[in-house]
């Protein structure tokens, strides 16, 4: 419990804000990737791609390694499913880990209260429980015509991250431009981690609504996650390094 509450409380520092997506194949990949950065990083993301291919196997061998873990493995089922998957989660000792804001407050919930369960059983930190509110894919178009949801994008981000807190997650993943009005509905007592960040030196590749890390801090967010202007730099360390001198505002 304290870690949440550490993480949501204290000032982080430029390298405690920063979460580095493993977003490569192989376990071997993966854990050279953590070895390489592990002193200059505060956390490393383990999504889908990865996660599919190695299983929890992944989870165990990072821990041997003290890496602090972001599972990005957005959970979104019935509250019982939800709950015995983030039981699994728990109690590998990953610092965070999400669930779909659409699975409703039950389905937070129920899976907050068995990662923790999980996570004391195993004598490991609580996870942070985080809820993803609409995924930055999801266009005012498709959220219109596909979903049926008239109210625009930034609002239905705010209601859904109202209701996460209410339901007792501790943040949101949100695009930094969505941080302001999470801010202004909830306050500083919520997590709010950052995809979409890129330095002003590296590419913007396949990402649309980018800003640099300083900006995403002085918005308001507490953690970002960078993926390829890191693992595809030539000086992986030095990329790191820099970037985490800048999210130190
Ligand atoms: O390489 P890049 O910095 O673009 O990687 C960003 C990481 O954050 C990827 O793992 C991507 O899947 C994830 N992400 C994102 N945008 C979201 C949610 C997650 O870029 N809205």
Redesign the pocket.
Known sequence: MQKVEEAKMTQLNGKERLIV?L?VPTMFDALKLVEELKDEVGMF?V?LELFTHCGTKLLDELKKLEAPVFF?GKFHDIPNTAAAASREIGRRGVQMFNVHAQGGSEMIRTAQKAAHEAADEAKVPRPILLAVTV???ISQEILTKDLGITDKVDEVVARYAVLAKASGADGV?A?AKEVPIIRERIGKDFVIVT????PSWAAE???KRIVTPKDAVSMGTDYV?????I?RANDRKDAAKRIAEELSV
């Not at 995809?195 to 890129?198: F, L, N, S, T």
């Open positions: 997506a977003d993301k999504g990005d995924l930055t894919s993943v695009s995809p979409g960040i890129r590749d396949d990402q996650v960078v993926g390829r202007p693992t």
